[in-house]
């Protein structure tokens, strides 16, 4: 996963679907939580991460919900006062 992404505060809609990308999707332990206050938007799909998403992701989102997809995998969908989702 792109650690990096941490240092955009702002970020509000992140797409990393269909990216060949692999690793850990968990933070190393000296990193902290990914935080993202201002997401609205988060679809990593179709990718090779491996664990699982800490708890901790998403203490800031209002709402979301687990859908299944066309290829029977589940995802989570993010609904928030604006309307995204």
Request: net charge neutral.
């Amino acid at each position: 996963f792109p650690f990096w992404l941490k240092a955009l505060p702002k970020l509000q809609v992140l797409i990393l679907r269909l990216n060949k990308l692999y690793g850990p999707i968990s933070p190393p332990h000296h990193q902290g939580p990914l935080g993202f206050p201002e997401l609205q938007i988060f679809e990593i799909s179709d990718n090779r991460f491996t664990g699982s998403l800490p708890p901790n992701y998403f203490v800031n989102w209002k709402t979301s919900s687990l859908t299944l997809n066309e290829d029977g995998g589940l995802y989570m969908v993010y609904y928030n006062e604006s309307g995204y989702g």
